[in-house]
């Protein structure tokens, strides 16, 4: 079946002049300057009118917040120069909408009125209360030296364009670039038939640039009617995953490889005088080693998931709530280093695009729990986690507690194809 998808492909790339170095380092600061309006208006809004930790923020129409044009001719230069009209004007007006949606995300977990570890800290050691500004979700001030610089242009009428491995963005009407380009490092072509939807630039801290280009063209996607090979995975923290038959992932685990010489040079960094040479060379250093093992990370994660994509017509995987793993100070370090979180997310575009299925078992299934051979419900398990093997009090069978997890997700996914997909295939004549 021909089906439209979008699909985004990522390029390092390399501004063709030092002027248009400058100007992405513009578009960048646009991005974070309007942001940052977005949320002094908020902090201000909330101090003034009494803000109850606990409760929703308001919409930006019900706390007065200004349009981007505003923000824009308020934001001049000592030289009276309205330098945020120099720019893309995408730059600026992503923002809000990257705003919009912190406000929605920290909404979801108002009601928790939970704060930041730092700001527990700092009331414990030196007795300043925490305010709404240390709840966590909450819209914060991005740094110009924290944030991640990245900005995202759109395609209007044909204005972005590739000519010679090298992408033509949109420049601002009153820049005095006229031509924005990078060049690419072209290491696999786009789709045939595509069209370009949008472009992200973002620059990482060793000052590398990459082109995230968003485009959408016709793929042809078989159809599977009846999943026949269905795997069900469980996730686990000393092998990242176990199917049900038997095969366990055995993540290298990069992070923990390097760690002890990543340690050794954040100290160094740590002696340097911030600022100096010397310490610009040693923060290079650092981030060198910290991009290496996200890189590693992600190779690893692309390659299993495509070779599990390329072997099975359904994955079963458990809803499991990997925030919540990540503040258990036990498995946090080992949780953050193997993306798994990550991991669902590419092997879940990699089978739809195939035409195949992958389903997460709801949080209420006790795949942990269950006997996979009788179906009786072992409630001595939840939540321990030290027992690994046991043996079934109604019917004996002996488990290993990550293998029969595993195997009640498969059958989870027999009874998901029999009850959801093989109802819709049946032809009403």
Not at 192 to 199: A, G
Not at 339 to 354: A, C, I, S, V, W
Not at 355 to 375: E, N, W
């Amino acid at each position: 079946m021909l089906e439209i998808v979008s699909r985004g492909y990522v390029y390092r790339a390399t501004p063709i002049s030092q002027e248009v170095e400058i100007y992405l380092h513009q578009c960048f600061g646009a991005d974070r300057k309007i942001y940052n309006l977005h949320v002094a208006h908020l902090y201000d809004y909330l101090e003034k009118n009494n803000y109850h930790i606990g409760d929703k923020l308001p919409s930006l129409k019900k706390m007065g917040m200004p349009t981007v044009s505003a923000f824009k001719k308020q934001s001049v230069s000592d030289n009276n120069v309205a330098y945020l009209y120099l720019v893309d004007a995408f730059a600026s007006n992503e923002a809000k909408q990257h705003f919009n949606k912190a406000i929605t995300a920290f909404n979801k977990v108002a009601y928790k009125k939970q704060y930041k570890k730092s700001a527990l800290k700092r009331q414990k050691t030196l007795g300043i209360e925490p305010t709404f500004r240390d709840l966590k979700g909450m819209p914060k001030f991005h740094s110009r030296k924290g944030s991640k610089a990245s900005y995202t242009t759109f395609n209007q009428n044909g204005n972005i364009y590739i000519k010679d491995e090298i992408v033509y963005l949109p420049s601002a009407q009153k820049s005095s670039v006229k031509v924005v380009g990078l060049k690419l490092n072209t290491h696999r072509p786009l789709p045939q038939d595509s069209k370009i939807k949008n472009v992200t630039v973002t620059m990482n801290t060793k000052g590398q640039f990459f082109v995230s280009i968003c485009v959408e063209f016709p793929l042809e996607i078989p159809s599977i009617v009846t999943p026949a090979r269905i795997l069900g995975l469980d996730y686990s923290q000393s092998h990242f995953f176990v199917d049900n038959e038997g095969k366990k992932a055995n993540y290298p685990q990069y992070y923990r490889e390097i760690e002890e010489r990543l340690a050794k040079e954040q100290r160094i960094l740590s002696r340097r005088k911030k600022g100096s040479n010397r310490w610009g060379k040693q923060r290079l250093v650092v981030s060198r080693l910290q991009i290496k093992v996200g890189n590693q990370r992600k190779d690893w994660l692309h390659k299993k998931a495509y070779a599990l994509a390329n072997r099975y017509d359904m994955i079963v995987v458990e809803n499991i709530d990997l925030r919540a793993i990540g503040q258990n100070k036990y498995y946090a370090k080992n949780q953050q280093d193997n993306g798994f979180g990550n991991f669902r997310l590419y092997l879940k575009y990699k089978l739809e695009q195939r035409g195949r299925y992958f389903v997460k078992a709801p949080k209420d299934f006790a795949s942990t729990q269950l006997c996979s051979t009788c179906g009786l419900k072992n409630t001595a398990l939840k939540g321990n986690v030290d027992i690994r093997e046991w043996d079934c009090p109604s019917c004996g069978k002996h488990h290993d507690r990550d293998i029969n997890s595993a195997f009640n997700l498969k059958q989870y996914g027999e009874r998901y194809t029999k009850e959801e997909i093989l109802p819709q295939t049946v032809v009403v004549v």
